[in-house]
């Protein structure tokens, strides 16, 4: 199996300073689009702390910045956040699942950061037993990047449903069948295997004999 090295890190949260960068890439993210998430996102929130979450952070090798991010909040510690806006199908709300928030990535960031960011997610879906991963995407950009990678609609494709966690703005409800996800990308010659299971990513460190952080 190919070995590739990357410019920059992927791993977990470890600490209040790592909170604090990853805070500062979401509201550089988030805060271009809509501004007063500039500030909404300034700091590590509750939910970062929480038992159950597990923040992943991105370091640029050369000037140690963060430079990308993600958030995972497994179901075994409670209702995940959209869960407060929208009551998921039995098939999903049964199951072991994850919700991702709060996935940001600079500007200028190296191309690949989401990718890896979403590669650390699987990765680390698959060494807790989560059954599902939820998200809400909102615009159909996003949308279409979470379709091509194999989410489906939680709900229905015409479904937009407000996120209290969100600032109340309308969402479609994806998930991701984690378990399922390397036989499917393999039997469709998906073009991401390769990237998310045919390739040693050095970089990539997230001690995935540790739990979820509680």
């Known amino acids: 199996m190919p070995t590739c090295s990357l410019s ?8 209040t300073t790592d909170l604090r960068a ?4 979401r509201a550089a993210a988030y805060g271009h689009h809509i ?3 500039a500030t909404a996102f300034a700091a590590p929130d509750a939910l970062d702390h929480a038992p159950g979450t597990t923040v992943l952070l991105c370091h640029d090798k050369e000037s140690g910045e963060a430079i990308g991010t993600a958030r995972l909040q497994h179901s075994t510690a409670g209702p995940l956040l959209l869960e407060s806006s929208v009551l998921l199908p039995a098939w999903l709300a049964r199951q072991p699942r994850v919700e991702v928030t709060r996935l940001a990535v ?15 997610i699987w990765r680390s879906c698959l060494a807790n037993e989560v059954r599902w991963m939820v998200i809400g995407a909102r615009s159909d950009a996003l ?6 990678l194999g989410f489906r609609d939680a709900l229905d494709a015409e479904t ?17 069948d984690v378990a399922g996800a390397q036989v499917a990308w393999a039997a469709s010659g ?25």
């Open 35 to 37: 501004a007063p998430l």
């Open 143 to 148: 949308i279409r990047d979470y379709l091509r």
């Open 8 to 15: 920059f890190t992927t791993r977990r949260a470890q600490n």
């Open 190 to 214: 998906h073009p991401l295997y390769a990237f998310m299971v045919g390739t040693i990513h050095p970089d990539l460190q997230l001690g995935e004999a540790l739990p979820l952080a509680a």
């Open 22 to 25: 990853a805070a500062a890439v």
């Open 160 to 176: 937009r449903v407000p996120l209290a966690h969100a600032g109340g703005l309308a969402h479609r409800i994806l998930a991701f």
């Open 106 to 120: 600079r500007a200028g960031a190296h191309r690949l950061v989401k990718l890896m960011l979403m590669k650390a």
